[in-house]
């Protein structure tokens, strides 16, 4: 018997299987270690699995296992495994060389895994990758990884997460088990081509990770989604932990649901990559294991994120910061214009490079975020004596102020001036709140510096009114309105997205109703958004599903809630969202193909981009949005963590800006909105929005009048004593 010694976990290995031990109990096991699919000329792939012939101590202190596995079809697979003691874990180094090819044996796949011991369903386990699998995953679509129970196979390829891990949660004890890529030395597949059902590609380097229990027949989808099964007479231990390489993305559920099609059964998908069974070829990869046991969910998360991004974190990307800003607030005061009878605003959507407008529409908020950047505008044009970008942003505010409001007092949502009239659309929570916020924001910019102009409060206070008129009895709002002020979407996830604009008209007022009402959608989102991880739907252009938007804008609340009120379950509730936001950001790289000369990623990494909503992988430069919040956040708590992870998401959702006028853009420092590449393959529309732009001047802004500087280096020039001090953005906010 050989055995590995990681903190209160030992690893033991007899009888050629490996099994983990806690105070003398298996958690976790694997009988038969060496396990291979292999696809042959029928094109099924059949697994097979068996134990190590051979396990022995190295002089360092590791454990060499090893052993050849056989097929019937008369292929010979030598199995290489090193276990190595590292921190709160063990690295596994795996070395897969075919010896011998069998003559209907075309293709295999290895991986690593472990059998959960107290796991009867996938459901008996929380399970987390990030951007991917929270929990159950039960606010994500059908058709995503993890929210159908009843597949076999739950895996997910590495580079549609945001950081390459998988860990799992035993609702039972708290023990958790991570596996996770130990490097970020993904390389070029050679096929330029999204990969599909079973294919055959040397040198993809991509793993998969996530659960399985699988029943002992292979199974291969069909052309037309018919679930091909075969006997195998395999023996099934229970739910186990896998890691996959090359990967296979699936099963992803029902795709009936995706595509609207119906071929008489519940079609899923099980898309394969598998290296060749050639003699002579080898393949290496490497995983790091991490145990650890936990009492919620929030702390195991922030445990698993942290492990892997200490370890795989990207480079910095090298940005001017004061250029950066410069060069976005001189592209929109450039793009601000009277589009006829007082419509001031900038355009919806631009094709780049040439900065090709495409469609002219004012938003109140969420993509569109004409007062947001109406109001940074004016910021810039005082603090840098520019009269024009501050006539041309306060022109933007006076519009909507004119304008902005229904007849019931609810904000209008989109403007179009061409029609000259507010195009049909509902009163969107979350959307309203952007918009408000900035008007309130610019009343007391001018207040301060200028002149008041009571109107401007007046419109804001009109608009409280009404969101105030249509709160639910438990303190909640539903996600979007029709312009009647009746219900349209029964969800209230999206409650707390508004908190921070009624904080701040009582900040402004003195109102103590504005400040209730806070504080009863506070509360509400604390027990439901909060305790039950439910962030989902601010996305006004997606369905009600997790997004990265919804732990972004719970953060803006109970942020605010905690400037308010410095009690500790405000500050709860925005350290769990901040550790669940932070998670949707890509930390780690990997290359993609990118056709289009001028995408940002024929140059720069994919680092710092976010995906949108739940399991689709690539994504945008959202997190932009965050970085002076979590720059706040590090004050608040001390903790470097949030520090280095502001200034990356500061430095890398630049990546895919034009900062020094390499990408070719006809305006410089403009970015693209985002796109696809999880499967290494860029797809994009390469177009610009405003909130592109709006999302970066913002926290930029902030920055420099909180701390003195557009970058976090130059913040952290102050000392600690003037930065806590500086925080205290209340004491003097109205």
């Known amino acids: 018997m050989v055995k590995l010694q990681t903190g209160d976990y030992t690893l033991i290995f007899a009888d050629g299987g490996a099994e983990i031990r806690k105070e003398g109990e298996v958690l976790y096991f694997n009988k038969r270690p060496m396990y291979a699919f292999v696809k042959t000329i029928m094109a099924v792939e059949e697994f097979f699995d068996q134990a190590y012939t051979e396990v022995k101590e190295t002089d360092e202190g590791a454990v060499a296992a090893c052993g050849v596995l056989e097929t019937p079809g008369g292929s010979r697979l030598q199995f290489e495994d090193l276990y190595q003691v590292e921190s709160c874990g063990m690295k596994i180094s795996r070395t897969v060389t075919v010896l011998e090819k069998g003559a209907d044996d075309i293709g295999f796949a290895t991986k690593i895994s472990f059998v959960l011991t107290d796991a009867e369903t996938i459901r008996d386990y929380d399970c987390f990758a990030p951007a991917t699998w929270y929990q159950d995953n039960k606010y994500a679509r059908p058709h995503v990884v993890g929210f159908d129970a009843e597949c076999e196979y739950n895996w997910r390829k590495e580079t549609g997460m945001t950081l390459p891990l998988f860990a799992a949660q035993s609702k039972k004890s708290g023990e958790s088990i991570m596996l996770s890529r130990y490097a970020a030395n993904v390389t070029l597949p050679s096929r330029r081509m999204f990969h599909f ?15 399985s229990r699988p029943e002992p027949k292979t199974i291969n989808y069909l052309y037309y989604g018919f679930p091909l099964r075969k006997d195998t007479g395999a023996v099934r231990d229970g739910v186990s932990i896998d890691y996959v390489y090359p990967g296979t993305d699936g099963q992803i559920g029902n795709r009936q649901q995706m595509f609207n099609i119906d071929y008489m059964m519940k079609t899923k998908s099980l898309n394969k990559v598998l290296h060749p069974m050639e003699p002579g070829f080898s393949d290496h990869y490497e995983v790091k294991l991490d145990l650890g046991r936990f009492d919620d969910f929030y702390p195991m998360m922030r445990w698993a994120w942290r492990s892997v991004y200490a370890r795989v974190r990207d480079e910095l990307f090298d940005v001017d910061q004061d250029l950066q800003y410069h060069n976005n607030i001189k592209a929109l005061k450039d793009m601000a214009r009277d589009y006829g009878g007082g419509a001031w605003g900038v355009p919806f959507v631009a094709y780049l490079p040439d900065v090709d407008v495409d469609s002219v529409s004012f938003q109140f908020g969420f993509v569109g975020q004409q007062p947001g950047i109406g109001y940074q505008l ?61 008007i309130l924001d610019a009343y007391v910019l001018t207040k301060k510096k200028t002149e008041e102009h009571p109107d401007w409060l007046a419109f804001c206070e009109t608009a409280a009114r009404f969101f105030m008129s249509v709160q639910n009895e438990d303190g909640s709002w539903y996600r979007a309105y029709d312009p009647d002020g009746t219900m349209r979407m029964d969800s209230k996830a999206n409650t707390i997205s508004i908190v921070r604009f009624f904080i701040q008209l009582y900040l402004v007022t003195g109102n103590a109703s504005y400040k209730d009402t806070a504080l009863r959608a506070g509360e509400w989102s604390y027990n439901n958004v909060y305790k039950n991880m439910e962030y989902r739907g601010s996305t006004c252009d997606n369905t009600d599903v997790m997004d990265n938007e919804s732990g972004i804008y719970a953060m803006f609340g109970f942020l605010a809630l905690y400037d308010l009120t410095g009690e500790q379950k405000w500050l709860d509730a925005l350290l769990g969202a901040a550790d669940y936001t932070e998670s949707w950001t890509y930390s780690w790289t990997f290359p993609v193909y990118c056709d289009y000369p001028n995408s940002p990623f024929t140059k720069r990494s994919i680092s710092g981009q976010s ?85 970066e001047i913002d926290p930029a802004s902030r920055l420099m009048d909180t701390f003195g500087a557009y970058d976090i280096a130059g913040c952290e020039k102050l000392s600690a004593e003037e930065k806590q001090a500086r925080n205290r953005i209340y004491d003097h906010y109205a």
């Open 197 to 211: 059902s079973q294919t055959i590609d040397r040198e993809y380097t991509v793993g998969s990770i996530g659960l």
């Open 378 to 438: 004016m910021v810039y044009g005082l603090r840098e004596n520019d009269p024009e970008a501050f006539e041309k942003g306060q022109n933007m505010i006076r519009f909507w102020v004119k304008n902005g409001l229904n007849d019931i007092g609810a904000p209008n949502g989109c403007y179009s001036p061409v029609i000259k009239a507010f195009e049909p659309y509902p009163i969107w929570l979350r959307m309203s709140a952007d918009g408000l916020e900035n």
């Open 611 to 695: 995906p949108v909503t739940i399991g689709t992988g690539g994504g945008d430069m959202y997190m932009a949005a965050c970085a002076y919040i979590y720059y706040r956040l590090s004050i608040i708590t001390g903790d470097d963590h949030y520090r280095d992870y502001a200034e990356f998401i500061h430095n890398n959702t630049r990546n895919a800006n034009d900062v020094y006028g390499d990408f070719g853009y006809a305006v410089k420092g403009l970015s693209w909105e985002g796109g696809g590449f999880s499967d290494q393959v860029l797809n994009s529309q390469h177009h610009w929005l405003p909130w592109v732009t709006y999302v």
